[in-house]
């Protein structure tokens, strides 16, 4: 639809030219309500890459549908083992990297089979929504620890994690890069969490799925990769899937770095990686091959829109505030501060669906920490996303 390859260089098609119609027309989730702008789920407007396209349409006429073989599962582990070293600075052994559907599978592995039975589950908030219900399903308690606001950013609050950790916890759940804080973790930060964690000798979940997002004068630096002890006490969950719109796809790379953690993952036989799928694999290797190109001119566009959107919001939306993602393609809005907010309360994406009929995330889904915010997607286009905020501006200029 918006990307062709040129001299060996993929090239995109204007992304402003994107239409809503031909987006409606591909049938997506975050398209799904007639008439009402997606900025919701955390899909991507900008297509697939094509040296994607080719390698999936290659195996359907190969006729490649039965189950997963040992070289599309090889080539997956090593596309990952070759994409880490040199953009995450992480070496790690494609035996340690193990195919699974997708990256909440790696947290119920931990849920069920490497946190003691009733143990809680740190959750510092705002976090991805699933995390705040899905352990419960498990049997284990979610503890939120709300982060705390350090002018404009949010910081961990050590000693309610601290304090947290030590009451019955068996699990600390990370996410960096962060949805929907889109904070990108420098190593300073990550240290005294691994000291608190091996304080209670507890385990790290790392949600790492926004991985390859992560924009211009920020580096991602996987959490296992910080200190021995670290690599010890986590298991990594990542994907290519946000990065170039795969998650439809069913494959994730759970990353054990823990000896006994493999040891255990090898007695439990071949059907636990039953779960990804052959397009999956196949797509997650050639987007951690070749898929670079296609996802440069996607990070230049929204790191672009990034400010271009905090700045807007400022403009548009009086007493409204965006975070600018440092990584993800995600922006936290705050609308405690426009007037009229008493209206909806803790609902502003619940008024605004009705109102603007923008579908936003809604902030109280994310915890407490988030009530009154909003988070909106900014994998879109900058003249849909403008038009979303005209309508919001409406909505609320009316409200007051
Ligand atoms: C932080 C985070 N983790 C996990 C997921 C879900 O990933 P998967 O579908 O691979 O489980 C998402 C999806 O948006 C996410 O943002």
């Not at 420098?186 to 926004?210: C, N, Q, W, Y």
């Not at 040891?263 to 990686?273: N, S």
Request: glycine share 10%; hydrophobic share 40%; proline share 6%.
């Amino acid at each position: 639809m918006n990307a062709r390859w040129e001299d060996g260089r993929v090239t995109l098609i204007d992304f402003d030219a994107i239409t809503e119609d031909q987006l409606r027309a591909v049938g997506a989730t975050k398209w799904r309500r007639p008439g009402a702008i997606g900025a919701w789920i955390a899909e991507m407007d900008f297509g697939l890459a094509p040296v994607i396209r080719e390698a999936l349409v290659e195996q359907i006429e190969r006729g490649q549908t039965g189950y997963a073989t040992a070289p599309m599962v090889r080539g997956m582990q090593e596309a990952y083992a070759g994409w880490s070293p040199e953009h995450y600075g992480w070496e790690v052994d494609p035996e340690q990297v193990r195919p699974m559907p997708d990256v909440v599978a790696g947290l119920v592995f931990m849920l069920d089979h490497l946190i003691p039975a009733g143990s809680t589950v740190v959750l510092p908030t705002p976090a991805y929504m699933p995390f705040l219900t899905l352990p419960q399903l498990h049997g284990h308690e979610v503890v939120q620890v709300p982060m705390a606001r350090d002018g404009e950013s949010w910081v961990y609050d050590l000693d309610e994690v601290d304090a947290a950790l030590a009451d019955n916890a068996g699990l600390l759940v990370l996410c960096n890069p962060h949805n929907p804080i889109g904070r990108v973790l420098e190593p300073g930060e990550m240290a005294p969490l691994t000291e608190l964690v091996e304080k209670h000798r507890v385990r790290v979940f790392s949600d790492e799925i926004h991985a390859p997002i992560v924009f211009a004068g920020h580096a991602h630096v996987p959490y296992a990769s910080t200190s021995e002890a670290a690599s010890r006490h986590t298991v990594t969950s990542t994907s290519a899937s946000k990065a170039w719109n795969l998650p439809g796809l069913k494959t994730a790379q759970m990353v054990l770095t823990n000896d006994g953690d493999r040891e255990l993952w090898a007695q439990m036989g071949d059907f636990v990686e039953h779960g990804a799928s052959n397009p999956g694999l196949v797509a997650n290797a050639v987007a951690y091959r070749a898929g670079e190109p296609w996802l440069d001119e996607v990070l230049g566009y929204v790191g672009e829109t990034r400010t271009w959107f905090a700045e807007e919001v400022g403009r548009r939306l009086p007493g409204a505030f965006a975070t600018v993602p440092e990584g993800t393609y995600l922006s936290l809005v705050d609308l405690r501060g426009v007037e009229g907010s008493e209206r909806w309360g803790t609902a502003p994406g619940e008024y605004l669906s009705q109102h603007a009929r923008v579908d936003l995330t809604e902030g109280s889904l994310c915890g407490a920490a988030s009530d009154g915010w909003v988070r909106v997607n900014l994998g879109s286009t900058r003249p849909i996303l403008s038009e979303a905020l005209d309508r919001m501006a409406e909505a609320l200029a009316r409200n007051s």
